[in-house]
């Protein structure tokens, strides 16, 4: 995907020079502020797909939530965002986006730390919600400026289609987002169930020896690990010891992919240099 938008931005560049139009002006890659605004963008999606990925497959496969109760548990995040995106430009309008976006950014990547307190073997404490709060609410400090960020530094021709390249930005900031923390997740999961399994001392060599030549082992709930594991173990107390490690695993790759998806969060701030501080009024 990312080899593609190369390509059809040099593509563009092209049809720009000989028709004086195209579907990526050049504005929007040249123009330091522009850039800022779509890194911005891109991050507010990474945040839904990699919080979506985490959070509500914990939710569900591990603290066993319906799909009204995940709804309801998301909303934790979803209120605070639509708030403050709205709030800020109607009640504080003359703030400085730079201060706001950096102010929304640390929000969002603090935030991470309680949601990875929150997780347990069995699912999620108060905690969990308190950091979705403070998630969501960073979001919509960015998300009040992001857009003003990028038409306020372009002409109004270009302003006029940079909807589009927005949406694009969004994909592809979803789409790296969940597949850096899938990798996250798949090798993190992996490597520390065949470590902690092939380390226990309470783990017959039997069944050590069948699960070192496991290729991976996937995010799963109880029930279905069970299945998983009955022609795997080699009785009934090894599935019983497999089971705890698996939900320990369960937990600390969860853990590792909040923090990987704070810290991807985190660097963000480094495109903060170019936004304004005073109010954007183009």
């Keep these: 995907g990312l080899i593609t938008l190369v390509l059809l931005v040099r593509i563009e560049r092209n049809v720009e020079k000989t028709y004086g139009s195209c579907l990526i002006p050049s504005s929007f890659l040249t123009t330091p502020q522009v850039r800022s605004g779509l890194y911005l963008t891109a991050m507010l999606f990474l945040c839904f797909g990699g919080s979506f990925f985490l959070v509500i497959t914990y939710l569900q ?44 950014i640390a929000m969002v990547a603090l935030s991470t730390i309680p949601m990875a307190l929150s997780l ?11 950091g979705l709060f403070f998630f ?23 302003a006029q289609q940079s909807s589009g390249i927005q949406t694009a930005t969004r994909n592809v900031g979803q789409a790296i987002g969940v597949a850096i923390l899938g990798v996250v997740m798949l090798f993190s999961i992996t490597g520390t169930f065949k470590d902690a399994a092939l380390s226990s001392a309470d783990l017959s060599s039997t069944s050590k020896a069948v699960i070192s030549e496991q290729a991976s ?10 299945k998983y594991i ?10 019983a010891v497999l089971t705890a490690i698996n939900r320990s695993t369960r937990q600390n790759s969860t853990q590792l992919g909040l923090y990987v998806l704070g810290f ?19």
């Design 136 to 158: 969501g609410a960073g979001q919509g400090f960015v998300a009040s400026q992001s857009s003003n960020i990028i038409a306020g530094a372009v002409n109004a021709r270009d």
């Design 264 to 282: 991807i969060c985190a660097l963000f701030w480094l495109s903060t240099g170019p936004l304004p501080n005073e109010k954007i009024t183009k």
């Design 61 to 104: 496969l591990v603290a066993g939530f319906s799909a009204i109760m995940t709804g309801i548990a998301m909303s934790a995040m979803a209120i605070p965002m639509i708030v403050f995106s709205m709030g800020i430009p109607k009640f504080s309008p003359d703030a400085s986006p730079k201060k706001i976006c950096r102010t929304g």
């Design 217 to 226: 082992i996937g995010f799963m709930p109880d029930a279905a690990f069970a």
């Design 230 to 239: 009955a022609d795997k173990a080699a009785n009934a107390d090894d599935a």
């Design 120 to 130: 347990n073997p069995y699912g999620v404490n108060w905690l969990m919600y308190v």
